[in-house]
């Protein structure tokens, strides 16, 4: 599918399993762009299958990975048919090293391959997978796996994306792809990558695959003018987005400023020139604060294809979120209870990240361990012995420090793997009997999601979509 045949309303890829199969199978049912997030997805079937598999989706799914060994180990060791038992807590997948083994990729693989074949069931809509750049390790068997399973789409930010359209390239023929690997410490001059050869994975003939669309999502015209000149390959569009957009945030331009609130400030030097990314002949979509008729309507004015959504699709019926929470800050939003804030310091990646605060949070007050036993979000660094070590700002202060870590970049810092999977209903029981609390993003839409709602207390996809169209 080329990107200047997508349609006009791209549903964003949020969080972990927030826009899970279900919500992005929803909205391509209705023409649009339906989107899956890859972030942790691997984990997040694995968790599925310690929880019993309800309704037999992740098992139907997996008959149809072309690699039949791997879906046989991975029953095997993780699928439960009567779920956890109580108080047990999930086990736990090997963290990816810079040479991750082979068992480990194919687990990989298999997540993304699952979540895009469920997602693309019982219609003919086109269908996109949302990889976040910084979260590199993950990415190569991913996108392979994505690939596999018949992708349209692959969209990728927070970094700078430049490897990913020669990568797509080779693994759409089965060929070894390389992406670069972010490494502190390493000497001048030297560079570090990571590396997956399909041909590696197969003991039959492989089927023949097509190259999805790579959309690049910036947030400066000085990206969007490199990648669409220097990339390694094609890049067939971009979605431009703002600093209202939820979860991971581009830092401001320049040295890092707070309001009286605690939040990065956002001047003119962060805003995107649209008349310039027009003038690059790629499609764009808008991000971030645009999620309303008009917000289309101006975002195409202004030569756009049309607009990305996150907000109104995280808080749908037919979005991973838990229940419990949506039905919590819905109900928080109406009464003017819920406030948006952009955290500098949440994340361990050290970009702004967007974290919402309301009236019931049943994460208020309460302590967070310090704990890096998923490890997404870790960094890359060089040991005093010359190996390739990895630490996480979230993790226990000491051990941070002794890999040799400044202590000062722990402070306020949070695990965003094990909160962003308690958002979902795959909270981690620790060894204290304690449930992993939850962190929830959102746009800054979210304060003004009652007048949309209009007296309502839930809506479907269907819905946000109606109304994007001015059809309700």
Request: glycine share 12%; net charge negative; proline share 8%.
């Amino acid at each position: 599918m080329s990107a200047a045949s997508l349609p006009p309303i791209i549903q964003g890829g949020m969080g972990v399993a927030i826009s899970d199969w279900r919500l992005a199978r929803a909205v391509a049912r209705c023409g649009q762009l339906g989107v899956v997030s890859g972030t942790g997805v691997d984990t997040v079937l694995m968790r599925r299958l310690q929880d019993g598999d309800p309704g037999g989706h992740m098992r139907r799914a997996m008959a149809q990975f072309p690699m039949p060994h791997v879906v046989e180990r991975m029953l095997e060791r993780y699928f439960l048919p009567e779920g956890r038992p109580p108080n047990t807590p999930y086990a736990l997948l090997p963290m990816f090293r810079q040479e991750t083994p082979r068992a480990r990729q194919e687990i990989a693989m298999l997540g993304a391959f699952v979540e895009v074949t469920l997602a693309r069931e019982g219609h003919q809509g086109p269908i996109g997978m949302n990889l976040l750049t910084k979260v590199q390790l993950p990415n190569l068997p991913m996108l392979y796996g994505s690939i596999l399973a018949g992708v349209d789409v692959v969209l990728m930010g927070a970094g700078i994306p430049r490897d990913i359209p020669a990568a797509l390239d080779a693994l759409a023929l089965h060929q070894p792809a390389t992406i670069a690997f972010d490494v502190e410490g390493l000497a001048a001059g030297a560079n570090a990558l990571l590396r997956l050869d399909p041909g590696e994975y197969w003991e039959g003939p492989k089927p023949t695959l097509r190259r999805p669309a790579f959309l690049a999502i910036i947030a400066s015209n000085s990206l969007a003018t490199m990648l669409a000149r220097k990339a390694s390959g094609r890049v067939d569009g971009f979605v431009v987005e703002g600093p209202t957009a939820g979860g991971h945030n581009a830092p401001p331009r320049g040295e890092m400023q707070l309001n009286e609130e605690g939040e990065p400030v956002y001047g003119p030097r962060d805003a995107v020139d649209l008349a310039k990314i027009r003038e690059l002949g790629l499609p764009f979509w808008v991000a971030g604060g645009v999620g309303t008729p008009e917000g289309l309507r101006q975002a195409q004015a202004a030569g756009a294809v049309g607009i990305q959504v996150g907000t109104l699709f995280a808080f749908c019926e037919d979005s991973g979120l838990a229940p419990e929470y949506r039905a919590s800050i819905l109900t928080a939003a109406v009464r003017g209870e819920v406030q948006v804030r952009t955290d500098p310091r949440a994340s361990p990646t050290g970009y702004p990240f967007k974290v919402v605060h309301w009236s019931d949070d049943p994460a208020a007050e309460k302590p967070r361990e310090r704990i890096c036993d998923l490890g997404y979000l870790r960094s890359a660094y060089v040991t005093p012995e010359g190996e390739i070590g990895f630490r996480c700002a979230s993790e226990p202060i000491a051990a941070f420090v002794q890999k040799g870590g400044a202590v000062e970049e722990t402070e306020g810092r949070k695990c965003l793997c094990n909160a962003l999977m308690a958002n979902v209903g795959f909270a981690q029981r620790r060894r204290d009997g304690s449930i992993e609390p939850p962190l929830l993003t959102s746009g800054d839409d979210l304060q003004h999601i009652g007048a949309f709602l209009g007296g309502r207390t839930s809506y479907t996809a269907g819905d946000v979509i109606d109304y994007l169209l001015g059809e309700r």
